[in-house]
Nanobody, 124 residues
């Protein structure tokens, strides 16, 4: 089955850090741009960050700029999201998915191989 497996979530206090990992299962991700998304309770899933297949291009939504860093290790078939200075409003289930290229808008239907997500909870 082709999908991502997300890991690294947990419960942390405000201001702390977490590093999420997104491992590809059943395929190699080096030809894909990878996006990170999150979905808080009662809210729609939103795009957070995207990295191009080469890793040269990265983009972030304004709410995480300067705090989150996306990276990839194609040799390990894994993409990471380093999250620093976490805030309670970052609480959500975080997902990753593949697309052909990073775009200005995070259109969910243009992304594939969704995983089950990993829960991030930030306490105040």
């Amino acid at each position: 089955q082709l999908q991502f497996v997300e890991s690294g979530g947990g419960l942390v206090q405000s201001g702390k850090s977490l590093r999420l990992a997104c491992a590809a299962s059943g395929f190699t991700l080096d030809e894909y741009a990878i996006g990170w998304f999150r979905q808080a309770p009662g809210k729609e899933r939103e795009g957070v960050s995207c990295i191009s297949s080469s890793g040269i291009i990265t983009k972030y939504v304004d709410s995480v700029k300067g705090r989150f860093t996306i990276s990839r290790d194609n040799a390990k078939n894994t993409v990471y999201l380093q999250m620093n200075s976490l805030k309670p409003e970052d609480t959500a289930v975080y997902y990753c998915a593949a697309t052909s290229s990073c775009r200005r808008d995070y259109v969910l239907t243009l992304y594939d191989y969704w995983g089950q997500g990993t829960q991030v909870t930030v306490s105040s």
